[in-house]
């Protein structure tokens, strides 16, 4: 709850492009780093406002928040942006959880 990251959270974190050879485009880099913490801290939970799949905030093998499944960590905001950054910054105020959210 008091939001310390576990040790070695970011070990590793810069091989995750040593072997790249061309450009990427950022969401690409950015989703896979997203992924990469989600391994290691357990608190990292998010999404996006309906846009998911092009601004890559899904993390893999996550499973999806509902009210059916408390232990997703993908949340399906739907067009809600503003809706969204509230709930995230809420989430982060109230502690336990490390949130992500994105705009397309």
Same mark, same amino acid.
């Given at each position: 709850?008091?939001?310390?990251?576990?040790?070695?959270?970011?070990?590793?974190?810069?091989?995750?492009?040593?072997?790249?050879?061309?450009?990427?485009?950022?969401?690409?880099a950015?989703?896979?780093? %997203?992924?990469? +913490? @989600?391994e290691?801290?357990?608190?990292?939970? $998010?999404g996006?406002?309906?846009? *998911?799949?092009s601004?890559?905030?899904?993390?893999?093998?996550?499973g999806?928040?509902?009210?059916v499944?408390?232990?997703?960590?993908?949340?399906h905001?739907?067009v809600?942006?503003?809706? %969204?950054?509230? +709930? @995230?910054?809420?989430?982060a105020?109230?502690? $336990?959880?490390?949130?992500?959210? *994105?705009?397309s």
């Amino acid at each position: 709850m008091s939001g310390d990251l576990p040790d070695n959270w970011d070990d590793r974190l810069d091989y995750l492009f040593k072997e790249q050879q061309k450009p990427i485009a950022t969401r690409e880099a950015s989703a896979r780093v %997203m992924n990469y +913490i @989600a391994e290691k801290v357990h608190s990292f939970m $998010g999404g996006a406002a309906d846009l *998911a799949p092009s601004t890559r905030t899904y993390l893999n093998d996550q499973g999806d928040f509902s009210c059916v499944n408390y232990s997703g960590r993908n949340m399906h905001f739907g067009v809600r942006e503003h809706a %969204m950054g509230a +709930i @995230a910054n809420g989430m982060a105020l109230h502690g $336990g959880i490390t949130p992500l959210s *994105a705009l397309s």
